[in-house]
């Protein structure tokens, strides 16, 4: 089953600057070798169900390892079975109708 | 690695009526043994990272097999390594400081 | 506009422990005199959706104003005008759901 | 108070296919003069408190005037009193700690 998913994860007990442990979780996507698209306020994953949770669970121990106590992430989950649908068209999607005003 | 998540799980494409497929999900907790606890917005679980993440999955599954070709969830995760802490205590921590007012 | 939505504030820069902003928030609710229930990862709160708005606003402000320099929320927002539904409308209906198995 | 979001709408009842209300909302923002950044899994919106709830008011009214009888979204919300940040500096300060890899 593939699935997209949208994650932000936050440190707690570390100060209020968490990007070193943002940049951690996208190394650990690199190395996973997942799509992935960084926005301001967390980053789209796509791929296999269990390679991207497997991700997910690397990118809390990480955080841990790097010192934060705490870690509280929020994440959207979307599967489905009637197509595939990738990151970039879920944006085509929205932006050719956009520009079709 | 524990984890407390708080999950709520949408279908797509089959109604505005949600409640049998949430139904169809307490059914996934029971089933996995899990402690959990549900809200009007979604259900606390907690356990070993693994059992909780493979109950999510198998939840995302069986909205699809009855029906629903797309499904949306949004879901908190919480880990820490400082100390262990379960549902009842997180509303305990609250309710005891509310109730010294 | 009616609006039921699950709250879960997170602030940060103030160590590992949130129960004593949680409860401030907690009071926030209740001087608002809105319908809440408090679950171990967040809070469902339902009203007039500017009644209710304003009630997270007040609680991120008091969050502020405790020493929290950051805030980080996530929140589920619920409308729908085929109907009322209220925070016990919704947990009964899974509940009959059940418990007729 | 300013605040950062990443609000994704889902509109129940409607079929599985969700771009034509997301556009909408896409318009409510470029309406409201809002800074945003539309993603694979939600929009990044920043601005003043009031005026980034009262789009996504707006954003869940359209959906309903579209025909969705039911809504459902999902919102992180960032504030901090320590100092302003944009959409841009969020992403250039994580994109910068990785290319000095």
Same mark, same amino acid.
């Given at each position: 089953m593939k699935v997209m998913i949208d994650l932000c994860v936050i440190p707690l007990g &570390?100060? &209020?600057? &968490?990007s070193e442990y943002v940049t951690a979780c996208q190394r650990v996507l690199e190395e996973a070798g997942l799509e992935h698209q960084l926005h301001a306020y967390g980053t789209n994953i796509e791929g296999d169900w269990d390679e991207v949770m497997s991700a997910v669970k690397r990118c809390h121990e990480v955080v841990h390892e790097m010192g934060a106590p705490r870690v509280s992430s929020s994440m959207r989950l979307g599967t489905r079975t009637d197509r595939e649908q990738t990151i970039q068209d879920k944006i085509q999607s929205v932006e050719t109708k956009l520009s079709a005003d």
């Open positions: &570390v100060g &209020v600057s &968490v």
